[in-house]
Structures are given as C-alpha cells and as structure tokens.
C-alpha cells in the first residue's frame, strides 16, 4: 500500500537540506526524473518486485494509486514529501506543473519483465485509464 512519508528536512539560514534514507527496502538501484510532461499522463503499471519511491523536488503533480483493495490520489507539492510505492501499487501519475520534477527512486534496475501494466479489474474501461479522487 502506497505511503507517503515527510522526509526529515534541517533548515537554517543556509537553507534546507533533506534527507532521503530507510525509505525503501534493499539498495538504490535506479534513480530518474520526470520533467516538461505538461498534462500528459505517465506511468499505468505495477511492478513485480520494484520498490518506488517519488519527490517532486519542484512544483507539483498528482499521483492516483490503486493497490487492488484502495485507491488513492496523492498531491506532491513538496520537496519534503516522499510517497513509496510498493510494487503492487498500479499507478499513473499527471496534472504536472510546468515546473514539476518528478525524481523517482527504485531498489531494482530497469526489468520490461517487471512491469504489469493491466490494471487491477474495477479499472478496466475500454482500455481507458480511470481517475479516482480519495476521500
């Protein structure tokens, strides 16, 4: 089930620093970062074995996730914030600010045998991908 954590942040008048550790199982394998995505949709998939772990180091953007039993949107606007994602976390994520960097984290190296990208069956619309606001 996907968890969104406040990293731990020191700031001064130098400025902030935040911290990212023990937030994902195992060792950083694979680190990349989404940008200029405008209101494109990315993602639409779960994983095998990967571990995910997102910041939106600038701006801000949307994340929907569906782990089979919930489903929940999540609004990164903070460098601070980090949601993990387990790997039966099927996912998207959009409405990317013009300014957003998305940095995802991972314990795996890329796989294409990794990723399901089926969503779980409630989902399934003509192959169309649903949005869910949380409560």
Not at 12 to 18: D, H, I
Request: proline share 3%; glycine share 6%.
């Amino acid at each position: 089930m996907a968890k969104l954590y406040e990293l731990e942040t020191f700031s001064s008048e130098r400025g902030n620093l935040t911290v990212f550790e023990k937030v994902i199982p195992g060792t950083i394998q694979r680190i990349f970062y989404i940008y200029q995505a405008g209101h494109n949709i990315r993602a639409g998939h779960r994983h095998h074995r990967a571990w995910n772990a997102l910041i939106c180091v600038s701006g801000s953007c949307r994340v929907y996730n569906d782990n089979g039993i919930v489903e929940e949107t999540f609004y990164l606007n903070s460098p601070n914030q980090c949601l993990v994602l387990e790997p039966e976390d099927w996912h998207t994520m959009d409405m990317f600010t013009d300014d957003a960097i998305l940095l995802v984290v991972s314990n795996e190296l890329y796989d294409k045998d990794d990723y399901i990208y089926e969503p779980y069956a409630r989902n399934q619309r003509a192959g169309e991908v649903v949005m869910a606001d949380s409560k």
